[in-house]
């Protein structure tokens, strides 16, 4: 099992970067397969990015590719999401979830993931 806690979001203006940050507890980090999602008010959790267990490999959704970068480092059991070129319409929760049931395959729906942190709200004003 592992908790996840997410840090970094803040009211920023459009084309300011960010970066946020992804906290994992437990000695087996870098058994999960971890991704970003956002959820904007009255919509619905939407993928963002996802990362391999190793880092190796990686995968965004069209809207952020360019703009957003996914890393982690796993002896810190943190993973990242570095957020450039920010829009009003990247305002959402941020949210981080892992899943090992397949810790080398980039999943990209919400039920692939087991576990989820409580979410960073990020604000871009234009």
């Known amino acids: 099992q592992v908790q996840l806690v997410e840090s970094g979001g803040r009211l920023v203006q459009a084309g300011d970067s960010l970066r946020l940050s992804c906290a994992a507890s437990g000695r087996t980090f870098s058994s999960y397969a971890m991704a970003w999602f956002r959820q904007a008010p009255g919509k619905e959790r939407e993928f963002v990015a996802a990362?391999?267990?190793?880092?190796?490999?990686?995968y965004y959704t069209d809207s952020v590719k360019g703009r957003f970068a996914i890393s982690r480092v796993n002896a810190k059991n943190t993973v990242y999401l570095q957020m450039n070129s920010l829009k009003p319409e990247d305002t959402a929760v941020y949210y981080c979830?892992?899943?090992?049931?397949?810790?080398?395959?980039?999943?990209?729906?919400?039920?692939?993931?087991?576990?989820w942190g409580q979410g960073t709200q990020v604000t871009v004003s234009s």
């Open positions: 990362i391999t267990w190793s880092g190796g490999n990686t």
């Open positions: 979830a892992a899943q090992s049931r397949a810790p080398n395959v980039l999943r990209m729906i919400v039920n692939a993931y087991d576990y």
